[in-house]
């Protein structure tokens, strides 16, 4: 079955610290990937996409085949980070379906 | 920001009661989806439409219905046989189904 899974469901750090977000996916076929983030009183909204292997916003997260994972991460978190993220999946047969993991709260701290 | 509007914001129904949610786009977007997100659980899909007039069902559809009679619009009726309706629910589009999808700002549904 497709299923996307985010272990932590708040992840607190200070400002300036290294940030990683976990995700880890079950998929059989070659997965497209991708992080959405909602920042406070705004729009769920595309963070970044494995496929285009763009930094956003400092952000990048590297697809791991073998470990079936497509953790994000950042290297010196800031403030305006704090937000929900949430890693989604491609479903099968190209509809264009997202499966989504239940969403990490990013909490930085001053 | 315009691009896609969810109304009414909130939304409140007594059991029993059908009640439809509007979803609208001004992007000129084929596609168009339906979410519910409940805390702890993410976003599950109820339904989609790739082009109008036709959709499917995603994977929490029972309770629900749908029509995509033009472009611009996909409503979403929430029916009494929805055991569960209270939630937050949101509609998304893009271009086609292996483009960006871009959400809409949400309806929270309340049934007592």
């Known amino acids: 079955a497709q299923r996307v899974t985010q272990p932590e469901k708040l992840l607190s750090v200070f400002k300036g610290a290294p940030v990683e977000l976990k995700c880890n996916y079950s998929?059989?076929?070659?997965?497209?990937l991708f992080w959405y983030v909602q920042y406070s009183r705004q729009r769920l909204q595309l963070l970044l996409r494995?496929?285009s292997r763009e930094s956003i916003k400092g952000f990048t997260a590297d697809l791991n085949k073998g470990e079936t994972s497509f953790h994000l991460k950042k290297p010196f978190a800031q403030e305006e980070d704090s937000a929900m993220y949430y890693c989604a999946l491609s479903g099968s047969s190209n509809t264009g379906k997202l499966i989504f993991g239940q969403g990490t709260t990013l909490q930085v701290k001053p | 920001d315009g691009g896609i509007t969810q109304s009414p914001k909130y939304l409140f129904r007594k059991e029993g009661q059908n009640v439809t949610l509007s979803c609208e786009q001004n992007?000129?977007?084929?596609?168009m989806y339906w979410y519910r997100q409940d805390p702890g659980q993410g976003l599950r899909l109820i339904y989609y439409s790739q082009i109008v007039n036709d959709f499917q069902k995603g994977d929490i559809a029972e309770g629900y219905s749908v029509s995509r009679e033009k472009k611009e619009s996909f409503p979403l009726t929430v029916t009494s046989a929805q055991k569960n309706p209270t939630a937050f629910y949101l509609c998304a589009s893009s271009i086609n189904r292996d483009y960006e999808q871009y959400f809409g700002p949400g309806t929270r549904l309340t049934v007592t």
């Open positions: 998929y059989s076929g070659s997965p497209e």
């Open positions: 992007l000129n977007h084929d596609a």
């Open positions: 494995h496929i």
